[in-house]
């Protein structure tokens, strides 16, 4: 059965065709409705690096979730989940036999602790959300995000293509199939992902639109510079 490719733009998420969602809270700011998916998504206690910012998307008209540096997300519901990568990788897992989808963000491959900033943990965590909601192993495929060479002159560290390269090797050492990617290359990317159906859609924004993820990837760097001067404990390959 042949998988949807994901939707890139280059320019507005506006292009794209909007989502359905069948208990979208009503729009505006404010506090969603009492009763209402928002309302219990955002009471709900989160589990340890899962994503809590829960808000709802105008334009899609959808309740969503923004996936922040380190967290994850799973569920088999019909709203959106988002995030915002420089150099970062975002992995989306989707079971198309229990309709079950997730994704993580993270920031390097390797690094000291239980921490979901760091690839091998990040996929931990979020393969085994997947098992818990009704996911198999063999059922598992994967789209991937982000890698973009973002800061310019950081080109000796290359954190995007390292990220990149771990979580592709990542994926083949467990045997999941890497469906669709879109990697590397200089740009920011903002990624909407729809764990009912394995939807995926990626905005390539301009290389210096965005500081808050420039921002972000500094601090991935100056970690990553750390961490490689004082004993090798990030995995630079």
């Known amino acids: 059965m042949p998988t949807d490719p994901i939707t890139v733009a280059s320019t507005s998420l506006s292009r794209l065709r909007p989502a359905t969602s ?8 404010g506090e969603p409705a009492t009763g209402s998916r928002l309302a219990r998504l955002r009471a709900k206690t989160p589990k340890p690096g899962e994503a809590s910012f829960f808000f709802y998307e105008a334009h899609f008209k959808s309740d ?11 569920d088999d519901q019909d709203l959106l989940i988002m995030t915002t990568l420089g150099s970062c990788i975002a992995a989306c897992l989707w079971d198309r036999h229990a309709r079950v989808g997730g994704m993580n963000h993270f920031m390097l491959p390797e690094g000291v602790g239980d921490s979901g900033r760091y690839g091998s943990y990040a996929m931990e965590l979020l ?25 310019s002159g950081m080109s000796t560290l290359n954190v995007g293509e390292r990220n990149t390269r771990f979580v592709l090797d990542y994926l083949k050492t467990e045997h999941i199939t890497v469906v669709s990617k879109d990697v590397l290359d200089v740009y920011p990317r903002k990624v909407c992902f729809l764990p009912a159906s394995g939807k995926a859609m990626v905005k390539r ?9 420039v921002a972000q990837d500094r601090v991935a760097v100056e970690r990553a ?3 490689s001067s004082s004993g090798g404990t990030v995995d630079l390959f």
């Open 225 to 227: 510079v750390t961490s």
């Open 22 to 29: 069948g208990a979208a809270s009503a729009p505006g700011f």
């Open 127 to 151: 393969i085994n959300e997947m098992l818990k909601r009704g996911a198999t192993r063999s059922g598992l495929e994967a789209k991937v995000f982000g890698g973009g060479a973002v800061i």
């Open 205 to 213: 924004l301009a290389p210096t639109s965005s500081d808050a993820v």
């Open 64 to 74: 969503a979730v923004k996936v922040l540096p380190g967290e994850y997300y799973v």
